[in-house]
């Protein structure tokens, strides 16, 4: 019997990154950070520290010019989009860039097709 079991994602992924009170957690602030100089936009993703609570920004934008950034996104970063965070959270780029791993435990569930 064919079997299509989905892995479903029920909130966004805990972020591995080592805070300077030790803790290797972080999870995402639910909002972005957006800073224009004239024509230039940093845009940041904020991230609190599991342990104790201290703020860190995750790079999105880094001098930018306004011009080159499709007004979508600019509109998803102003209104703390949460699928926005989601994507960029999932781009390798993003990560890499900010070096840190995503831990899905307990943000996922496993769909089986069975009825619950
Ligand atoms: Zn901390």
Do not use: Y
Request: proline share 7%; with cysteine.
């Amino acid at each position: 019997m064919l079997q299509t079991w989905v892995v479903a994602p029920t909130c966004l992924p805990h972020v591995l990154r080592r805070c300077p009170c030790g803790s290797p957690r972080s999870r995402p602030s639910g909002a972005f950070r957006v800073n224009a100089h004239h024509k230039l936009l940093d845009a940041w993703l904020l991230v609190l520290c599991d342990s104790c609570g201290r703020t860190a920004k995750l790079t999105v934008l880094e001098r930018a010019n306004v011009r080159s950034i499709p007004a979508v996104l600019l509109d998803r970063l102003h209104a703390n989009d949460v699928g926005l965070i989601a994507e960029l959270l999932q781009d390798p780029v993003v990560r890499r860039r900010n070096r840190v791993a995503l831990d899905w435990a307990g943000a996922w569930r496993l769909d089986t097709g069975d009825p619950a």
